[in-house]
T-cell receptor, first 116, second 109 residues
């Protein structure tokens, strides 16, 4: 079982659809992250959860709604997306807490999202 | 405002031709400088973390170094399998990572 697993790997949705992205980590970490990666741009941090509490929301539009039911699972619920939301969505986890070694983030393979 | 800038944007090398990638940064309260490798269609894979100026780390053909303002990733005698996008990130005092846009490296036989 790989460390961080994301499903689905690919998703095509219309602007009126509702879908969810799933992330599961098997590393025993207590912090989880959602990033958006667009072509030629740096990874954009969207949400951070630490011990299942949301500690960061980087001005993300409300059409993106995260959920963290426990320390191993993270979801990103999507509704009424726009074409500019098409991107690679990456999930990561880390041990959390102070110190550089604890902040090493391990990434899943991502979900390639296309909004038509 | 914190900034991370990587150069060059793209690098094409012949197999065996050594080169260096640059990551310059401005951040208050640096908590680690991280290098990742990303292959097409995959998530970033952790390579190194450097914590203090003067620190160096090596892994196979890769060597990362850190100064107070920048980090270098040296690729020695690269092979085609070293082709990837290399990402640099800085950790801030809150433990968050800020990424650069990456350097795409292509190594041809």
């Amino acid at each position: 079982e790989t460390g961080v697993t994301q499903t689905p790997r690919h998703l095509v949705m219309g602007m009126t659809n509702k879908k969810s992205l799933k992330c599961e980590q098997h590393l025993g970490h207590n912090a989880m992250y959602w990033y958006k990666q667009s072509a030629k741009k740096p990874l954009e941090l969207m949400f951070v959860y630490s011990l299942e509490e949301r500690v960061e929301n980087n001005s993300v539009p409300s059409r993106f709604s995260p959920e963290c039911p426990n320390s191993s699972h993270l979801f990103l619920h999507l509704h009424t997306l726009q074409p500019e939301d098409s991107a690679l969505y990456l999930c990561a986890s880390s041990q959390g807490g102070a110190g550089a070694s604890k902040n090493i983030q391990y990434f899943g393979a991502g979900t390639r999202l296309s909004v038509l | 405002e914190d900034q991370v800038t990587q150069s060059p944007e793209a690098l094409r090398l012949q197999e065996g031709e050594s080169s260096s990638l640059n990551c310059s940064y401005t951040v208050s309260g640096l908590r680690g400088l991280f290098w990742y490798r990303q292959d097409p269609g995959k998530g970033p894979e952790f390579l190194f973390t450097l914590y203090s100026a003067g620190e160096e780390k090596e892994k196979e053909r890769l060597k990362a170094t850190l100064t107070k303002k920048e980090s270098f990733l040296h690729i020695t005698a690269p092979k085609p399998e070293d082709s990837a996008t290399y990402l640099c990130a800085v950790g801030d005092s809150w433990g968050k990572l800020q990424f650069g846009a990456g350097t795409q490296v292509v190594v041809t036989p």
